[in-house]
């Protein structure tokens, strides 16, 4: 079982900075891939980023203005989003793939990041 618990959601003006973490309670370098999720208000749940040992994805929207790392001694992803936009405005929820082609996955209870003037 891997908990993960999430941090630095908040309220910030359009064109701000916040940075996201995801602390895992287990050794993150064992974990195929790591990654984070956002859900806003009657829409579905999209892939933000992700992050694998050799890579890292990012959906369109957010190319160029959010950067996905982690730290495997300290067990923690982290999201670093600039120049933020009112559509930015979701929960934040971060993701565990625990190995290649896994049939299930892991998730934190989800921040909130709000952007707004």
């Known amino acids: 079982q891997v908990q993960l618990v999430e941090s630095g959601g908040g309220l910030v003006q359009p064109g701000g900075s916040l940075r996201l973490s995801c602390a895992a309670s287990i050794n993150i370098f064992s974990i195929y891939a790591m990654g984070w999720y956002r859900q806003a208000p009657g829409k579905q749940r999209e892939l933000v980023a992700a992050?694998?040992?050799?890579?890292?994805t990012y959906t369109d929207s957010v190319k160029g203005r959010f950067t996905i790392s982690r730290d495997n001694a300290k067990n923690t992803v982290y999201l670093q989003m600039n120049s933020l936009k009112p559509e930015d405005t979701a929960v934040y929820f971060c993701?565990?793939?625990?190995?290649?082609?896994?049939?299930?996955?892991?998730w934190g209870q989800g921040t909130q990041v709000t952007v707004s003037s």
């Open positions: 992050i694998t040992s050799g890579s890292t």
């Open positions: 993701n565990a793939v625990p190995r290649y082609r896994a049939t299930y996955d892991y």
